[in-house]
């Protein structure tokens, strides 16, 4: 099996930062893709950023310019690096991972159990 363990969420003032890593462990051949989603009280999981194993990276347009996602692929780890946050930006964060496990000829998505971000003065 693969596991995705989220950390460091909490309760953060208007303008200041976070930053969550997402580590991933188990019977891992190859980590492919790997990103966060976030998914708001009454609103739909939505995808924030995604960084694919050559470290090519992609964003929601609401974080362009705020939000940095990086990967350390010694370590199986992404990080989400969040500043000038905003209480828009209030939500349970998930990692999620494209992985190839040892011994199978197949790519498949695993997700953590998410960590909550509240952005409030």
């Known amino acids: 099996q693969v596991q995705l363990v989220e950390s460091g969420g909490g309760l953060v003032q208007p303008g200041g930062s976070l930053r969550l890593s997402c580590a991933a462990s188990g019977s891992i051949f190859r980590l492919n893709a790997m990103g966060w989603h976030r998914q708001a009280p009454g609103k739909q999981r939505e995808l924030v950023a995604r960084?694919?194993?050559?470290?090519?990276?992609n964003y929601v347009d609401s974080v362009k310019g705020r939000f940095t996602i990086s990967r350390d692929n010694a370590k199986n780890t992404v990080y989400l690096q969040m500043n000038s946050l905003k209480p828009e930006d209030t939500a349970v964060y998930y990692c999620n991972a494209n992985v190839r496990r040892r011994g199978s000829f197949i790519d498949m998505d695993y997700w953590g159990n998410g960590t909550l971000v509240t952005v409030s003065s």
């Open positions: 960084i694919t194993s050559g470290s090519s990276t």
